[in-house]
């Protein structure tokens, strides 16, 4: 199950099934790390717990989970315990992962050694949930191969964070539908932040029905704002 992905001239990653990009032409790296990490605080969030937890819909090419590795690992107050638990309909071949992370400039030598260990353990891949273990164990991976919606009602757990990350909602909207954002809701305790690259309207709009506070902040060019939001029900 690999979903084929194609490289334009300039070395980005486009997705022939949804006629859309994997990631920003210019800087994905600085996306990742600006509009997602940044964007759920971290690493501050994670310093004195025990443990955290992530939520991403969309894992594609694996860049945001390589970033968050990477910056965990870089932090010495970083949590014993980070899981990250990612929903994919359509996984990528392990070579495109490493090419992915090959591809960022200015080159990223943690990302680059953390996609190698990634792509060796990308073999077998079966609709429904796996685990992978990295970091000896502190960094565990749960993919959830499947269509969103199904992913999210078979999962058990608790974000304390989300990322949204699947592609244009106007290309794309099931992934960005009030059922999906509900569901999201459902992995959130109060005070779990999300994060994602996209303002439009009707997700904003999804977003606070289901329960979240959300906020626009200045984006990573060529997007003008990203999103931040925190599940507060209460406070609609
Ligand atoms: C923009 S890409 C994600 C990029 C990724 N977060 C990264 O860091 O490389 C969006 C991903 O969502 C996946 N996707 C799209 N629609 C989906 C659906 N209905 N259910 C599950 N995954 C879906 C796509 O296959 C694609 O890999």
């Known amino acids: 199950m690999h979903e084929p992905v194609l490289w334009s001239d300039d070395n980005s990653p486009h997705s022939p099934r949804f006629g859309d990009v994997y990631r920003s ?4 790296l600085v996306q990742a790390q600006t509009v997602f990490v940044g964007g759920c605080q ?3 969030r994670w310093r004195g717990a025990p443990r ?5 819909t969309g894992f594609g090419l694996g860049l945001n989970f390589l970033a968050t590795w990477a910056a965990w690992q870089a932090d010495t107050g970083r949590c014993a315990s980070l899981h990250y638990v990612a929903i994919e309909a359509y996984p990528v071949p392990a070579a495109d992962l490493l090419r992915s992370a090959q591809a960022l400039v ?7 050694a953390h996609a190698g260990v990634l792509a060796q353990a990308w073999h077998a891949l079966r609709p429904g949930l796996q685990d992978f273990y990295f970091a000896d164990g502190a ?3 749960t993919l ?3 269509p969103v919606l199904a992913m999210l009602q078979q999962l058990d757990c608790v974000a304390d964070a989300v990322y949204l990350d699947g592609f244009n909602p106007a290309k794309n909207p099931e992934m960005w539908s009030q059922p999906t954002l509900d569901a999201v809701a459902a992995h959130c305790r109060p005070g779990s ?5 996209s303002v439009a309207a ?7 029905h289901a329960g979240f506070s959300v906020r626009r902040r200045p984006g990573v060019p060529p997007k003008w704002q990203r999103l931040e939001a925190n599940w507060a029900p209460a406070m609609r």
Not at 25 to 28: N, T
Not at 106 to 112: F, G, K, Q, Y
Not at 193 to 197: G, I, K, P, Q, T
């Open 52 to 56: 955290f937890c992530l939520l991403e």
């Open 25 to 28: 032409r210019a800087g994905g």
């Open 139 to 141: 960094l565990r991976l």
């Open 193 to 197: 932040v999300l994060a994602s690259y």
């Open 42 to 44: 971290l690493p501050q």
């Open 202 to 208: 009707p997700v904003r709009a999804a977003l606070k």
């Open 106 to 112: 200015p080159a990223e030598p943690a990302l680059i």
């Open 144 to 146: 959830a191969i499947g």
